[in-house]
């Protein structure tokens, strides 16, 4: 197999940037292909944290091409502090390992303004609990026909008739929610002194995801958020704005879907969201608390605290399905280590059904209630595993018992924050 598709099959920070961090030793190129820098990927090597929002995570290891394809929103004065960060931890970022997509569209402050604008107008049950980095408004923008895209930083008279197009929107639009027109001549003056350092790395991503497969290079494509995020398929409206599901990863760079040979699902042990919207097994009690104080469970882009709850093997299941999950890699298993019982969710009750699948309305989805199956938990330790012999039965029955509810295979297996904490079963790979 060459091509690899690693996405979140929860509602995001399920451990995508660990796996594919881990994965990228066996890839050439990774490429991010929806999402901006909402995400917020870790990555612990030797101890030594790395933070990643709108890098690929495969930029660590250096000698690998990442990309960051058209299928993102891209903030660039946040891209060109995120690379001065890393570059500071020592990692070489350079136009010959970095390449953005020149169709890519533009997150510019008046999108993180009206994000927060927004939110802050909202009322109880309408807030999204957004990260506030304008991924709503710059999608708007994208599929509005005004985004100033990255190739439109290249020539001045195309960059003021863009801009000149998106104020055409946003100015009214601000007026109505009582904050300043743009300062046209500042935005200007902004784009045009970062413009040099993002052209930089501006190719046709497209052509070139496209030599590269013909050559045989292995690509690794490493998505953002959660599928329960999605804007189709999540929890609407308490979701993000872009597709998240592995079908995106191709529009997302210019890609044939032919080129996807593997589907990675990202799958927490248990579950977390960050954020407003519904989440039928969630915790408020000391279990809850547990989780995520063992998980560590606060956001790596706003800090916030994660809610947390069992494992939902009715959502895992359809986001297997709707991503062509082939293989999922189940992180933060040690954090369920001395647990008495572990409950994990099979059903949900709704006007005297089970449902084996979360029904659409959100008026119905408030009246889920979690049907759970109860199991053993274990007392020894499974942190810092490396093989399934380090692992005590009653770890490895749950592991079995989450297969067999999600209809899907373990592939991969963490145990800790660290690299090198993981256990490999499948190689997703291997031809
Ligand atoms: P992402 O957004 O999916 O990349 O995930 P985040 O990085 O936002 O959140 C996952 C958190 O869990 C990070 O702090 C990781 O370092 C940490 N992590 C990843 N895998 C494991 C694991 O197997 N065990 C533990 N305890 N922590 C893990
Ligand atoms: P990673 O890649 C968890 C959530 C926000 C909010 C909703 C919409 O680290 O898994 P947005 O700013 O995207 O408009 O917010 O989506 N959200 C995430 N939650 N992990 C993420 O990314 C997220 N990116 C966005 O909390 O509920
Ligand atoms: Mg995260």
């Given at each position: 197999m060459a091509n690899v598709v690693v996405v979140g099959?929860?509602?995001?920070?399920?451990g995508k940037g660990k796996i594919v961090d881990w994965l990228s030793e066996r890839a050439d190129v990774i490429a991010r292909f929806q999402g901006g820098h909402n995400a917020g990927h870790t990555l612990v090597v030797d101890g030594t944290v790395y933070k990643l929002h709108a890098?690929?995570?495969?930029?660590?290891?250096?000698g690998k091409l990442s990309v960051i394809g058209n299928g993102v929103v891209l903030d660039p004065w946040h891209l060109m502090r995120e690379i001065e960060t890393i570059r500071a931890q020592g990692v070489q970022i350079s136009p010959e390992t970095l390449m953005i997509a020149e169709n890519t569209p533009l997150i510019l402050p008046i999108h993180g303004e009206l994000d927060r604008a927004r939110e802050e107008a909202a009322s109880t049950g309408t807030?999204?609990?957004?990260?506030?980095?304008?991924i709503g408004p710059a999608y708007e923008d994208k599929v509005g026909r005004r985004s100033v895209r990255?190739?439109?930083?290249?020539?001045d008279a195309t960059l003021e008739a863009r801009v000149d197009r998106a104020l055409q929107h946003h100015n009214p639009l601000r007026r109505g929610l009582g904050i300043a027109p743009v300062d046209r001549d500042r935005l200007l003056a902004d784009l045009r002194q970062i413009a040099p350092q993002v052209l930089e790395y501006a190719a046709p991503v497209w052509k070139v995801m496209n030599e590269k497969r013909r050559a045989g290079k292995r690509i690794l494509f490493e998505g953002a958020q959660g599928a329960l995020l999605d804007?189709?398929?999540?929890t609407y409206p308490f979701?993000?704005?872009?597709?998240?599901?592995?079908?995106?990863a191709a529009t997302g760079v210019g890609i044939?879907?032919?080129?996807?040979d593997f589907v990675l699902g990202i799958v927490k042990a248990y579950t977390t969201r960050v954020g407003e919207g519904p989440f039928?097994?969630?915790?408020?009690d000391a279990d809850g608390q547990r989780l995520g104080e063992r998980g560590h469970?606060?956001?790596?882009?706003?800090g916030r605290k994660r809610r947390c709850g069992w494992f939902d093997a009715v959502l895992v299941r359809q986001t297997c399905a709707t991503s062509g999950v082939n293989g999922i890699a189940l992180t933060?298993?040690?954090?369920?280590?001395?647990?008495?019982t572990l409950r994990i969710c099979t059903g949900y009750a709704l006007d005297g059904e089970v449902l084996d699948y979360l029904p659409t309305a959100a008026e119905q989805q408030a009246r889920c209630v979690p049907v759970y199956e109860e199991m053993p938990g274990w007392s020894e330790t499974t942190e810092g595993?490396?093989?399934?012999?380090?692992?005590p039965a009653n770890a490895i029955k749950y592991v079995r018992r989450v297969e067999e509810l999600i209809q899907c295979p373990v592939a991969m297996l963490s145990?800790?924050?660290?690299?090198?904490?993981t256990i490999l079963v499948t190689d997703p790979f291997a031809d």
């Open positions: 099959a929860q509602w995001g920070d399920e890098l690929p995570s495969g930029v660590v290891r250096g807030k999204i609990g957004t990260t506030g980095r304008g990255v190739a439109d930083l290249a020539d804007i189709d398929f999540g979701v993000t704005s872009s597709n998240v599901i592995a079908g995106q044939g879907p032919g080129a996807i039928p097994t969630e915790l408020e469970e606060f956001g790596t882009t706003t933060k298993l040690d954090v369920l280590d001395g647990f008495e595993a490396r093989s399934w012999a380090d692992l145990t800790s924050p660290e690299r090198e904490d």
